[in-house]
């Protein structure tokens, strides 16, 4: 049974580009989180979705936003790319039932230069 | 607000003693309680959680944690650490959300744990 999956591994963009990241989430499992985890910091809730929806985000601008798919996939876009931006983003599933836990990807490292 | 404290940035024990990565939180209500494991430019493993029930919860690889009310504490333990264990260790807080499905995990800003042989 496979995890969940994100692509691309690594990613280098420069300011002001955008920037789309994929997350596949664990089969079985409906609702995808996306946190942002900057160097030698924990990770920072972005958003989550569920039912193709978003039902809660953290704080950040409105240059983030995401999407879900029918398939419960779902992507992390980010406009307007600064050097702040520059973290390892994490997808994270969690199952209709035992709903508490959250299994998360392996990450994209994003380099904004 | 919910907020986790890891008040150790980095622990160090020998391989073959018992460790202690300590954490605390502040949250409204009964709280969702998680222990999650980071491997150098890897995501995060889920090691335990508590919900309710035993204070103390088992979880994967021989670690447990020791849920305590009224020290608002969630240390995280093993008996007998390996080098393998070396890590970064985060202790994670749910949100209740609604629906219950819902809801974000607050971190804590983790804890480096060093085992030498």
């Known amino acids: 049974d496979a995890g969940v999956t994100q692509s691309p591994t690594h990613l280098i963009k420069t300011r002001g580009q955008q920037v789309t990241l994929r997350c596949s989430p664990k089969?079985?499992?409906?609702?995808v989180s996306w946190y942002q985890q900057a160097l030698g910091q924990g990770p920072q809730f972005i958003f989550q979705?569920?039912?193709?929806?978003?039902?809660q985000r953290g704080n950040f601008p409105d240059r983030f936003s995401g999407h879900q798919f029918p398939n419960y996939s779902s992507e992390l876009n980010v406009n307007a790319l600064l050097l702040g931006d520059s973290a390892l983003y994490l997808c994270?599933?969690?199952?209709?039932?035992?709903?508490?836990?959250?299994?998360f990807g392996p990450g994209t490292r994003l380099t904004v230069l | 607000a919910q907020s986790v404290a890891q008040p150790e940035d980095q622990v160090n024990v020998a391989e073959g003693n018992p460790l202690t990565v300590k954490c605390t939180y502040s949250?409204?209500?009964?709280?969702?309680l998680f222990w999650y494991v980071q491997y150098p430019n890897r995501g995060l493993q889920f090691l335990l959680k508590?919900?309710?029930?035993?204070?103390l919860v088992k979880g994967s690889y021989g670690f447990e944690a020791e849920f305590n009310k009224s020290q608002t504490s969630f240390h995280l333990k093993k008996p007998s650490a390996l080098v393998s264990d070396s890590a970064l260790y985060f202790c994670?807080?749910?949100?209740?959300?609604?629906?219950?499905?819902?809801?974000?995990?607050?971190f804590g800003q983790g804890t480096t744990l060093q085992v030498k042989p």
């Open positions: 994270a599933s969690s199952p209709p039932t035992g709903r508490d836990t959250q299994y």
């Open positions: 089969s079985g499992h409906d609702t």
């Open positions: 979705y569920y039912e193709e929806e978003e039902r």
């Open positions: 949250v409204s209500g009964n709280p969702y």
């Open positions: 508590y919900i309710t029930g035993d204070n």
């Open positions: 994670a807080v749910r949100d209740r959300g609604w629906p219950s499905n819902t809801g974000k995990l607050i």
